[in-house]
């Protein structure tokens, strides 16, 4: 008998059962195209204590109870599919786990519905990709509290470890918080790429420097503060070469894809009214590089600054604006992660969740794709202070944005000079200076609102909470419309 059952043999699938059989436990396997779990049996699983089966029927046979039943599968309408194919085999207190990168508002239906049947759901975001699936990944579940006691053992053995040796995994909260937490990690993630693309961008065509010694200047960044796994790949990246000896990346088309679940982060931000900006602008920038004809078209007819028609157009000492670079985007990063804490408090408000921020940067120092040095930091922050107003308010990272400011400044408005777009990087500096700003201009967006549209507006020579509206014109009347923000 085995002690979990695991649905959906694809790359992350069959790497998970092999972790599982490394970590001494028997895990039972199944597929709907079922050639795939002889082809695992006989190849990469042969002699691992792994049992195959051919039909849902016979897989929860094969499970010890309470029987636990992992489904890695395609997010949306499968994992539907499969929970009405198990659920009829299944008794009480039986668990099933979604494994998948799905939406969080189907993990909380999903654990609604399950639980009026007596079944134990959980919505575990599983991060790492390939390799972190076979080796640790970071695990972050969140559903029925009462199935963590039944698979908190095999999660945290299969988890990736800190340099400290705790597990990359715990509980994160009811409902659909796990999920919501992964999302919102997969948003991170998509910060951090644009910022690195756009540090990039700048020294390859603002500076004009040869792939080597991009190659050198990542390889010396990951002995910094950026010490992450994201620098470290794109340092292994500049020196990737062709067959004909040219730098791989060179010729990979600039048209990023995505998933959805950088996407998912932003609607969702705009839904919690948080201002998350910069994981939109990284999402946005995806959705520009995607409309490459367009782009290739208007190159040709629309034009930029002088300065920006000659590649490696920078007329500086070079040294010290790519330590401007590094500095900028270490600011920037910083906001990232600030705005991306900011919109998980929110959400758990929102959802009665209660999460415990510190544990979460730690789950997030291994396995994960945005694992870094960077997280240890944000941890002590919340272990020095478990609800902070803002991230970027705890002494160490103000310390750090007083020191990159005047860099940040210049590597933004340098860019501009050039005709380089970096939206990340401006985004996060806009969201710095607008937050540490005692007086926004949002006075006169309120007043055009009343004016036109009868809105009200507060006073700053009244208690807050109490709403004034003007007639503007003389003919517009007094009579004012409700108050509420969407």
């Known amino acids: 008998?085995?002690?979990?059952?695991?649905?959906?043999?694809?790359?992350?699938?069959?790497?998970?059962?092999?972790?599982?059989?490394?970590?001494?436990?028997?895990?039972?396997?199944y597929n709907r195209t079922t050639s795939k779990?002889?082809?695992?049996?006989?190849?990469?699983?042969?002699?691992?204590?792994?049992?195959?089966?051919?039909?849902?029927?016979?897989?929860?046979?094969?499970?010890?109870?309470?029987?636990?039943?992992?489904?890695?599968?395609?997010?949306?309408?499968?994992?539907?599919?499969?929970?009405?194919?198990?659920?009829?085999?299944?008794?009480?207190?039986?668990?099933?786990?979604?494994?998948?990168?799905?939406?969080?508002?189907?993990?909380?239906r999903r654990e609604?519905?399950?639980?009026?049947?007596?079944?134990?759901?959980?919505?575990?975001?599983?991060?790492?990709?390939?390799?972190?699936?076979?080796?640790?990944p970071s695990i972050m579940p969140g559903g029925n509290a009462k199935a963590w006691p039944a698979v908190k053992e095999i999660l945290q053995a299969i988890s990736a470890k800190t340099p400290d040796g705790e597990p990359c995994c715990d509980w994160v909260g009811d409902g659909g918080a796990?999920?919501?937490?992964?999302?919102?990690?997969?948003?991170i993630e998509y910060g951090d790429m644009q910022?690195?693309?756009?540090?990039?961008?700048?020294?390859?065509?603002?500076?004009?420097?040869?792939?080597?010694?991009?190659?050198?200047?990542?390889?010396?960044?990951?002995?910094?503060?950026?010490?992450?796994f994201l620098i470290e790949i794109t340092r292994d990246i500049m020196a990737f070469a062709d067959e004909d000896g040219e730098p791989l990346v060179e010729k990979i088309l600039d048209k990023a894809g995505q998933k959805g679940t950088g996407k998912w982060t932003?609607?969702?931000?705009?839904?919690?009214?948080?201002?998350?900006?910069?994981?939109?602008?990284?999402?946005?920038?995806?959705?520009?590089?995607?409309?490459?004809?367009?782009?290739?078209?208007a190159s040709k007819v629309?034009?930029?600054?002088?300065?920006?028609?000659?590649?490696?157009?920078?007329?500086?000492?070079?040294?010290?604006f790519v330590e401007d670079i590094r500095k900028a985007l270490l600011a920037s990063k910083i906001i990232s992660y600030a705005q991306g804490f900011m919109l998980m408090a929110a959400a758990a408000a929102e959802y009665g969740w209660t999460i415990d921020y510190g544990a979460v940067a730690n789950m997030w120092r291994g396995g994960c794709i945005i694992r870094s040095v960077f997280l240890g930091d944000i941890?002590?922050?919340?272990?020095?202070?478990?609800?902070?107003?803002?991230?970027?308010?705890?002494?160490?990272?103000?310390?750090?944005?007083?020191?990159?400011?005047?860099s940040w400044r210049k590597v933004v408005s340098q860019a501009a000079l050039m005709g380089i777009p970096v939206p990340a990087f401006g985004t996060a500096l806009a969201f710095y200076d607008g937050y540490r700003s005692e007086r926004l201009p949002a006075n006169l967006i309120q007043a055009q609102r009343d004016y036109f549209g009868a809105h009200t507006y507060e006073r700053t020579d009244k208690e807050r909470g109490e709403f004034f509206h003007t007639n503007w014109t003389g003919t517009g009347g007094d009579v004012s419309s409700s108050t509420y923000n969407a």
Not at 212 to 226: A, G, K, R, V
Not at 384 to 405: G, M, R, V, W
């Open 1 to 29: 008998m085995a002690d979990i059952g695991l649905i959906g043999l694809a790359v992350m699938g069959q790497n998970l059962v092999l972790n599982m059989a490394d970590h001494g436990y028997e895990v039972a396997v």
């Open 37 to 108: 779990v002889d082809d695992f049996l006989a190849g990469p699983a042969s002699g691992k204590s792994i049992v195959g089966a051919h039909t849902v029927e016979e897989f929860v046979s094969k499970l010890e109870r309470p029987r636990r039943v992992v489904l890695m599968v395609k997010a949306g309408a499968v994992v539907d599919a499969f929970i009405d194919q198990v659920v009829p085999h299944l008794e009480a207190g039986d668990i099933i786990i979604d494994g998948g990168n799905s939406h969080f508002p189907d993990t909380i």
């Open 112 to 136: 609604k519905e399950l639980a009026e049947k007596g079944l134990l759901f959980i919505g575990t975001g599983v991060s790492g990709g390939e390799e972190g699936a076979r080796f640790g």
């Open 178 to 187: 796990g999920h919501y937490v992964k999302m919102v990690h997969n948003g």
């Open 195 to 228: 910022l690195i693309a756009e540090a990039y961008h700048l020294m390859r065509d603002g500076l004009g420097l040869p792939y080597d010694q991009l190659h050198e200047i990542f390889t010396s960044w990951n002995s910094t503060e950026l010490d992450s």
């Open 266 to 297: 932003a609607i969702s931000a705009l839904d919690m009214g948080m201002p998350v900006t910069l994981i939109g602008e990284a999402v946005f920038a995806r959705t520009l590089s995607a409309i490459k004809d367009e782009r290739v078209d």
């Open 302 to 320: 629309l034009r930029g600054p002088v300065q920006s028609r000659t590649y490696g157009a920078y007329e500086g000492d070079i040294e010290p």
């Open 379 to 406: 941890k002590k922050a919340y272990d020095a202070s478990p609800q902070p107003q803002n991230l970027i308010l705890d002494h160490y990272f103000k310390s750090t944005l007083e020191k990159c400011q005047a």
